[in-house]
């Protein structure tokens, strides 16, 4: 039963983004640089089809296939699903902005699709060697879209720090799973999974492991105290490039999350919970307190990041304790994952006559001279402040009410004060585009399909926050298979 | 007739209604202005018709509406009032209309906007007072802190930003504990029905943090002393439309708040931390009172002296027995008429001179004699002078007090001093005298016709509510008596 068409069918998704990938690269080569239009519309095609693909074969039940190393469930399926719609949006968002940066190129599209195909394999990781293969196809992805943008300084150290980082980091994680596997003598997730269920704490290597991955899963995410990279690598990339690193690259290093710690190393989860706790207060400190400090769009938005990770992480501490399990963290990072890629989209979207304009001085007066998109950056701000009535608001109150039933209302009552510390810095922003008198002449690309994309994207996070039904329905469904 | 949604419609009617002004876009000032009338208009007669069907005879939810909102936790899109929130409604329409009207001519710049935001509001306020599940109500608590972040911080004064940011957070910090109390409730009682929470079982030790969470949620919107410090200075900042607001409506949520879930959901909590309510309510109407007296700015001044009559308000409540409850509620309804006008009644003086000091007013009498004696009514009327409104609410509540333990009743009472004083000697100092400057005898042409309509449902109702409170009584009797009895019934 090891190779069939069964299996076949159900990596379709991810055979049919790599063989697109391939077959675009081919092709790419005989267009001409005015043609380039044909690449972008192929990519967006080939991710809104493998999104689909993913959509029609959800499984029933869980399976595990190709020699144990690939998980077809439903959770795995569903996050595919968002990973590659979001990523077709955020390549929407992108291409004026890349073709000022003269990064409208058919490598950029390769990579993106590559990196999106190393995201569904984390998402399907079944065993250590393809979580690991899967989380370095994307991350290499990243580092070389990040540095694309040759002749900018700040985006070729935002690239090599990504990349001395995220090795280290990868170490550190490689270095885990060599413990997991030393441990239990497999690679295999499930076995894994039996041999913590068995020894659990008795076992040092598999404690030992735990946390290495854990750190290593840490620093993906951008949880504090591993979370030096993410200002300055979001800051430094190039804007279209950053919509992805914020949105599915870190629905992806979730994925991996909800795969190793969840479906693996489950029984260890009275040790990783007090990691995640004591991570979820660091990041939710130094995200909300530092962001207040920033004068730059993206860094003010990249530590909004750092805590909303922090919340993230309150909602996987109470998770296994939940009545709803995994549920609440699921539908936290989706909801997160809109938000980012809608909130980093209109960044780069907006240019001040061609340049990037990334100071939130330069959103000054942005109601009056376009009111659209004002709105739209206003429904996102109040969205990740979780004010109501906005879909960021339902995302907290899931993890708000996982951690009360999980009898942590101590985290509940710290991350709701720090819910009012961020709204703070998210109001600076209103205000700016509000209240304050226009200034720069800041102008949205004349691209009607990127504008509409991202008004849906916007308006379908306050959507959510009024119908929340469908989306938290569709996140039971998806940790139900668990 | 029956059918019909009443309370679906005086939500959404305005929030569509505001979706619309606002899609005019810019430009088009006066027809939003005109919309926006006619939309506020239409709503306030949605909600008299709620008051025409009320069944005064019973305590129960009337105009009830349910169906389900988000399964998973049990949450549903709840309606109904009973005979304390259906006056709260019929106070948010008329304030609606009055604050639209109100800024006919003040507000010059980004209209739509402006009245858009006005009616959002509106909707979410109604939402508010009329919500029986826990997280609806939330929601529409919390949503109504946008479009007023929004008025206060576009159309505001000179220091506008810090006062709306001050105000935005400050309200917020009060509301997130108050939902974590809310989820914890909810993971006790496995529902989000406030009508079904009133009858959870809790012991002390829960209670007593359940309402210490509300409390710091509704003594910040209240506000009570010591975390009334933004009101001033979002009074001060806010438009004058967004003044007449804040104090006609938004403080009386917070006031709201206690009778709908502090005191029937923690009952015993309530007697047993009721110590600390009464006496933050007396520092307010005492100190607060006494600080208003050396206001130099009239909005100041009126937002001090609202903060000591909210003050009565909760001490009101907190002495658990029919007047002081019932007594509290008029108070509330009747601060909501008195405070409104008087803000409205600075607006009037600011349009002309441009200037909030008293120290610029003098002799207003001499050239505008019909607007000083309307504000001479409100005035007496802030002042608790038999046969206004002002009156009843502080009489009752007094009342209550001595019942209680007579030492809270005379304290209080001297806020019918201090009312009178910080309120007569503002009205002195403005009003009367010799005209003071060239301004005040050139710049301050007598009231339009418009402002004169503005002002008369204000003055009828504050007189109406003087003379004969008995209807208002009437319909919040049976509901003050049920929740008496259920703030007096041990959960223990």
Redesign the interface.
Known sequence: MAFGVPQLLAILPELFVVGMAMAILVLDLYLRPSQRGITYTLTILTLLGGAALAAYLIPAQSQTILYQHFIHDRLSAVLKVVLLGMTAVAVVYARRSLQRLAMFRGELFILVLLATAGMMLMASAGTLIMAYLGLELMSLSLYTMIAMDRDSVPATEGGLKYFILGSLASGIFLYGLSLLFGASGSLELAVIAEHAATEGVDDPLLVMGTVFVAIGLAFKLGAVPFHMWVPDVYHGSPNPVTIILASTAKLAAFALLMRLMVDGLGAMAPQWQEIAAGLAVLSLIVGNVVAMAQTDIKRLLAYSAIAHVGFLLIGMAAAPAAS?GY?APVLYMIMYTLMGAAGFGLIAIMHKRGAAGERIDDYAGLS?TH?WMAFMMLILM?AMAG???TGG??AK??I??AA??ADM?GL??FG??M??VG??YY??V??TM??DAPEAAMTPDRDGLARGVLSVNALAVLAL?IM??PL??LC?YAVQGL | MEQLPLLSLSIWLPILGGVLVLALG?GRDDMARWLALVVSGAVFVVTCLLLVGFDTGTAGIQFGESRP?????DIHYKLGVDGISVLLVLLTSLSTVVAVAASWEAIQT?VPMYMAAFLIMEGFMIGVFSALDA?LF???W??M??PM??II??WGGTN??YA??KF??YT??GS??M??AL??L??QAGTFDILELHDVQLSLGEQVWIFLAFLIAFAVKVPMWPVHTWLPDAHVEAPTAGSVILAAIMLKMGGYGFVRFSLPITPDASHELAWLVIALSLIAVVYIGLVALVQEDMKKLIAYSSIAHMGFVTLGYFMFNPQGIAGGLIQMISHGFVSAALFLCVGVMYDRLHTRLISDYGGVVNVMPVFAALFMLFGMANAGLPGTSGFVGEFMVILGAFKVEPWFGVIAATTLVLGAAYTLWLYKRVIFGRITSEHVANDMPPMSRREKWVFAPLAALVLIMGIWPAPFLEIMDSSVLNLVEQVNQSKL
């Open positions: 709803d549920m009056q009111p109040f004010v109501p009535p608001f339902m109150l899931y708000f009410q009360v039933q209302i509940a009552v709701v004060v819910a009012v709204a703070f109001l600076r209103v205000k509000y209240f926050g929340p039904g938290v329905d039971l | 810019p909102w988000i399964t998973s936790l980004r997280v939330y929601v529409f919390e949503a802190l946008i972040f929004l911080g576009i506008r930003i709306t940011i935005f957070l917020f910090f997130v504990l939902l974590v989820v914890y909810y993971t």
